[in-house]
């Protein structure tokens, strides 16, 4: 059980397009999920916390403008980077909070590797 | 303000030996710790973590921590190190409040025949 689910794993773009990346909850719901970010050799960063059926609360410099967070259901949070450039090339990675779950408990998903060229 | 110091970014050990991964936080309220285990292409698993109580903490695949509170420590131990063991470990720190996890930058364990 607690299966997080991330999708695509890896994409690839040109340089102003928009990439979207979903997380999913597969057999559990999730009242807040939250979205990273991890530069080789580098800590997970939290980006943004987001709560489904209200606005995600973003970490400082993280623009939310230039990162949508979508979750408009107790199962799935979307992600979408938006006029991607280079500097955007990461790799971002979900988890997810069981509703009625202890607080120090999340589900990680396996992560998207993006790559703007 | 949290952080989290991991020693060593690739750690390697022969199999059956001893591991032994360190962690060093910082935070300026009571810390909850947790280790989680990447293998490749996986997501993040929980391995084991300390809220309050027992200093000595078990997790899965026979790996325990301990928090120091005067070392500000909590590394990863297992007496003997498998092959399947192979993984990238993070340590982390919470505030308890339950919404951020601040990360360390991960130690990468490669077990040697």
């Known amino acids: 059980g607690a299966v997080v689910s991330q999708h695509p794993s890896r994409v690839i773009c040109k340089s102003g397009t928009s990439v979207k990346i979903e997380c999913r909850s597969l057999d559990f719901q999730a009242t807040t999920m939250f979205w990273y970010r991890q530069f080789p050799k580098q800590s997970l960063m939290l980006m943004a916390t987001s709560n489904e059926g209200s606005k995600a609360t973003y970490e400082q410099g993280v623009e939310k403008d230039k990162f949508l967070i979508n979750h408009a259901s107790l199962t799935l949070s979307t992600l979408t980077v938006t006029s991607a450039h280079p500097e955007d090339s990461s790799f971002y990675i979900c988890?997810?909070?069981?509703?009625?779950?202890?607080?120090?408990?999340?589900?990680f998903g396996a992560g998207t590797r993006l790559s703007v060229l | 303000a949290q952080s989290v110091t991991q020693l060593g970014s690739h750690v390697s050990v022969s199999e059956g030996a001893l591991v032994l991964l360190r962690c060093n936080y910082s935070s300026s309220v009571p810390p909850y710790l947790f280790w989680y285990v990447q293998y490749p292409n996986q997501g993040l698993q929980l391995l084991l973590k300390?809220?309050?109580?027992?200093?000595l903490v078990k997790g899965i695949n026979g790996f325990e921590a301990e928090f120091k509170k005067s070392e500000t420590s909590f590394h990863l131990t297992k007496p003997s190190a498998h092959m399947s063991d192979a993984a990238e470990y993070f340590c982390a720190v919470s505030d308890g409040g339950g919404n951020k996890l601040t990360f360390g930058t991960g130690t990468q364990l490669k077990v040697e025949l």
């Open positions: 988890s997810a909070r069981p509703a009625g779950g202890g607080k120090n408990i999340q589900y």
């Open positions: 300390y809220t309050t109580g027992a200093t």
